[in-house]
Each structure stands twice: as structure tokens, then as C-alpha cells.
């Protein structure tokens, strides 16, 4: 059926006036509510991400986040299997990711807080981003303190492993020589900045999840904010 030119007349004002308010609604999200919904959904992600790693075996059954074993001792599998010492390097595992799993749930509190202090630019920058937007907003606000805290944690956990003790003592000089970097020359260390890692990695994934499906995070300011962004 074709449209007459006194219909498009017609609707062509309509037309404008809908984009113009769609337009103004855009405006209006940026300057009132991007704020507001980015921290509700900040606080949504953060939070169910360290509760799904602080879960009994959050990391360790979690490929994405899964701590492997330092790579030097990974290499040196085959002698210790030879040397009858394989188990140990499956046992490590559990023990890492354990220590991992038990110091992610100090996290909350500082992840909470991030999102309390959020600037408007903070937001604006977090909305206008790439994929790890969040991830580097988090990295940058609460990685330091965290590492602080965390690093007892896992040293805790880690210094019941005969083989974790002798990996240390053994790379004890390598920061020193310039070969490994400071923070994977313990055990400790390492398992302390992978299970960082592995928290902003289940931030962003959370992140994901709810710009696919706003509506479905459950919050009306949540599904306004990041519904205006598909």
C-alpha cells in the first residue's frame, strides 16, 4: 500500500518528536541515573562473584579461573613423577585454589566500598568502555588492599605443602637475579595475584550477564541503565 505524501507530512513530525524524546531520554540517563544503576549493578556483580569463588571449591572447579601450578614446577612434572613426588604436585593444586577460594570473601567489603566512592566520571567511563571497563575500574580501586589482605590468607594455606616450602626456598633468589617476578617467586604470591585475577575475571563475566539480560538482574534501575545501552 503506498503512503501519500500528506501522510508522510503527517507523520513525519510524529517521527522526529519520537526520536527527539528517545533522544532525551539518553540525555536524561546520563546525567541522572547511569550513576545509580551502574553502582546497583556493580554491587550485584561484585557480590555474586565473590560468593560463587568463595564457594567450596569456587575456583577449583571453575576452568576460568582455575590456578594452575607455577609453570617451573609444572616443567619439572616428569622428574617428580619420576622421583615418585607427582601426587604432591596434585595436592599443591587443591591446596592453591583452597587458599584462593578461603581469601576472596574479604573482598566484599572493599569491592562495596569502590562502588560507594564511584564518581560520575567513573560511570560515565565504566558505560562508555570496552569489555573490561569494570574489571578495570575494580583492578584499580582495590587490587593493592587486596593483595594485603589476601596474601596471609593463602600463605596460611599454602605453608601446610611441603613442596610449596621447598618451590620458595628454592626460588628465593630468582626475583634478585632478574629471573622470576617478585610476586611468583612464592607460592604465596603467586596464588595471591591469580586469585585476584580470577575475581575480576568472575566480575566482568557477571558484567556480561547483565548487559545480555538487564531486565533479568532484577533491579528496574538496573534493566533502565543498561536496556538504554543495547
Known amino acids: 500500500m503506498s503512503i501519500s505524501r500528506r501522510s508522510i507530512a503527517l507523520l513525519l513530525p510524529l517521527t522526529l518528536a519520537a526520536a527527539s524524546a528517545y533522544a532525551l531520554s539518553l ?7 547511569a550513576s545509580g544503576g551502574l553502582k546497583a549493578a556493580l554491587e550485584k556483580g561484585s557480590t555474586l562473584a ?5 564457594a567450596e571449591n569456587g575456583f577449583l572447579n571453575n576452568e576460568k579461573v582455575r590456578i594452575p601450578l607455577p609453570k617451573i614446577l609444572e616443567q619439572a612434572r616428569p622428574l617428580l613423577k619420576m622421583t615418585g613426588k607427582s601426587q604432591q604436585l596434585d ?32 560511570a560515565k567511563n565504566i558505560l562508555t568502555g ?15 588492599k587486596l ?9 596460611k594455606v599454602t605453608d601446610r605443602s611441603d613442596l610449596a616450602n621447598k618451590y620458595n626456598a628454592a626460588m628465593a633468589m630468582a626475583p634478585k637475579l632478574g629471573v622470576l617476578a617478585k610476586e611468583q617467586a612464592t607460592v604465596e604470591g603467586y596464588v ?10 568472575m566480575i566482568g563475566e557477571e558484567e556480561k550477564a547483565i548487559r545480555a539480560d538487564p531486565l533479568g538482574a532484577g533491579s ?11
Do not use: C, W
Open 27 to 33: 540525555a536524561d540517563l546520563s546525567n541522572q541515573d
Open 91 to 122: 595436592d599443591l593444586v587443591v591446596q592453591m585454589n583452597h587458599a584462593a577460594e578461603a581469601a576472596v570473601p574479604m573482598a566484599k567489603p572493599l569491592l562495596l566500598d569502590a562502588v560507594k566512592s564511584m564518581t560520575v566520571t567513573d
Open 147 to 155: 593483595a594485603v589482605q589476601f596474601l596471609p590468607i593463602v600463605k
Open 220 to 230: 528496574k534501575l538496573i534493566g533502565k541503565v543498561f536496556g538504554a545501552l543495547k
Open 192 to 201: 595471591t595475584q591469580r586469585a585476584l585475577d580470577g575475581l575480576y575475571t
Open 50 to 54: 565473590v560468593s560463587k569463588l568463595g
Open 130 to 144: 570496552g569489555e573490561t571497563s569494570v574489571t578495570d575500574f575494580f583492578r584499580d580501586k582495590t587490587s593493592p
